[in-house]
């Protein structure tokens, strides 16, 4: 028979033994919520689904437990090809909507056209020109301004032809390339839509037919979204387009001789770089032109030869803003709308 002092001690024990099962409950549900709140949306941003938060998760989670496995199929599919391509900051949209927010910003005044001609390396190489050059340090100052961010807005048009009009006005003066208004031309250019699209070549048909001088960013900053143009041709003061040449499905080895006058512009797909980390892109990319670039330079001396481009992604896109893609087979259709710009000094 068991005393009051055995029962007291039973006691104690099964007081014990709950307060460590609370314990170990309340750290589970912590750990459980920890893990439901990392698949939480802010308020509003799905207001096209079930506002419901529970379902709100789940299909956040499913989103990225199908995402993540795509990306791992991808990084695996493209190994060989030289690029390193995985989980991005862009992981976070399926495909379908990084396609509506970045590959949907471009017209394009050519017709899809897969140039697949192949320029043996030996051969580009035979070229009269250097094995290297890179404008970002091709003379003893940068002509390349910072890279910059066109975040939701469909202006990689504008973005690609500001830039170049800020590298050619610092290689023409020997200063610094200067911060002109990306969103000037957003809003002002007739014959492209703004943030809905537009098109490189028109952009500059624009400036040089307009004679409109493009300002800075500092009068006319950058709001990444489309509105009335707030500027006069004939009251402003900036830079002037002179002129510009637009080059529908060129071959490379012209590409290359064109990029000995200064950076270009050209329209490219884009459809891959949904994954890129690093590295050249090879393979695994078409000529369906859906994006608007800066080509700053190149490199002929290695096993396998490479563009430098410059996107407006965002300095933390690829290697610092910047990616590399095969030199000889149109690669990402890297050929097929190429243009170059000419200010007034």
């Known amino acids: 028979m068991r005393t009051h002092s ?62 993540v496995g795509h990306h791992r199929s991808l990084a695996n599919k493209f190994k060989d090809n030289g690029a ?77 032809t500001v830039e170049t009009v800020e590298s050619m006005v610092a290689k023409a003066t020997g200063n610094a390339p200067p911060n002109l208004s990306v969103q000037q031309v957003i809003d002002c250019a007739s014959n492209n839509a703004g943030c809905e699209g537009g098109d490189t070549c028109r952009a500059l048909s624009w400036m040089v037919d307009s004679k409109t001088p493009l300002v800075s960013d500092a009068l006319y900053p950058l709001t990444d979204e489309s509105n009335f143009c707030k500027i006069e041709p004939n009251d402003t003061k900036g830079t002037q387009v002179k002129d510009y040449q637009c080059y529908k499905h060129v071959s490379e080895d012209k590409v290359l001789q064109l990029l000995q006058g200064g950076p270009l512009v050209a329209a490219v797909d884009a459809t891959t770089w949904y994954n890129y980390q690093g590295g050249v892109i090879q393979y695994h990319c078409d000529a369906f032109v859906n994006h608007a670039v800066q080509i700053v330079g190149y490199d002929l001396s290695g096993e396998v030869p490479y563009y430098i481009v410059r996107n407006s992604w965002g300095a933390d896109f690829g290697h610092d803003g910047f990616l590399y893609i095969k030199i000889g087979e149109n690669v990402c259709g890297i050929a097929s709308e190429i243009s170059t710009v000419l200010v007034y000094a």
């Open 6 to 67: 055995d029962i007291r001690g039973i006691f104690a024990v099964m007081r014990k033994s709950c307060g460590y099962l609370f314990i170990f409950v309340f750290h589970v549900f912590a750990e459980r919520n920890t893990r439901l709140r990392a698949f939480e949306v802010p308020s509003g941003t799905l207001n096209t689904r079930n506002s419901s938060n529970v379902l709100n998760r789940f299909y956040v989670y499913n989103h990225y437990k199908d995402d």
């Open 84 to 160: 390193k391509n995985g989980l991005t900051k862009f992981s976070d949209l399926s495909f379908a909507e990084f396609k509506e927010l970045y590959l949907s910003d471009l017209q394009p005044s050519v017709k899809p056209f897969n140039h697949t001609r192949i320029i043996p390396v030996q051969q580009l190489r035979k070229l009269p020109i250097p094995d290297r050059l890179d404008w970002r340090t091709y003379l003893n100052y940068s002509i390349i301004s910072p890279v910059k961010n066109q975040k939701k807005c469909g202006g990689c048009w504008a973005f690609s």
